[in-house]
């Protein structure tokens, strides 16, 4: 497939995507990322296209809005992880029947394992005290003082310029 065609079949997948995300209350933000706002945190999901290939990978994450780190941090679980590349396969070519079977494909990743672990990251207090928890401790302190009633404006500005809402 060359790269013209190959760029507008991820449009055509990233689109249907949309449409299937919006049913769990996501809504695309940038080109690649879908997020959903929860209380002091933005939940996200991440589609990142190979650029040598004709395949995606899928991040899940969590983007307290008051981290004061300057990235999005990839913090969740990610679809190249060995077990779900054998589940998941988000290869594609240009074919209609492709387009759909991938985009099903990854809305089944974001279903089946993205809404599960951010069920289980729901508890604010959890995000916070667990040492296995997905946020980096920056993070978990900018959590902590956001549930206290502190907030960094000039942080949460930042979290909503890298993850806005539409």
Known sequence: MDKKSEQLATRKILRRLAKRLHV?????????????????????????????????????????????????????????????????????????????RCAEKIFLFCLEVGQTWFENWRSLDRLVEQDHSPLAPEAKKALALAVKGQINNEDVARSQSLLPAG
Not at 82 to 90: L, N, P, S
């Open 24 to 100: 769990l209350g996501f809504s695309r933000c940038k080109s690649s990322f879908f997020i959903r706002p929860a209380p002091h945190l933005i939940e996200f999901v991440h589609v990142h296209k190979y650029t040598f290939d004709a395949d995606f990978r899928v991040h899940l994450g969590l983007r307290v809005l008051g981290d004061p780190f300057e990235a999005v941090a990839l913090n969740g679980p990610d679809s190249h992880a060995a077990v779900y590349r054998k589940e998941y396969d988000f290869h594609f070519d240009e074919s209609a029947d492709s387009i759909e």
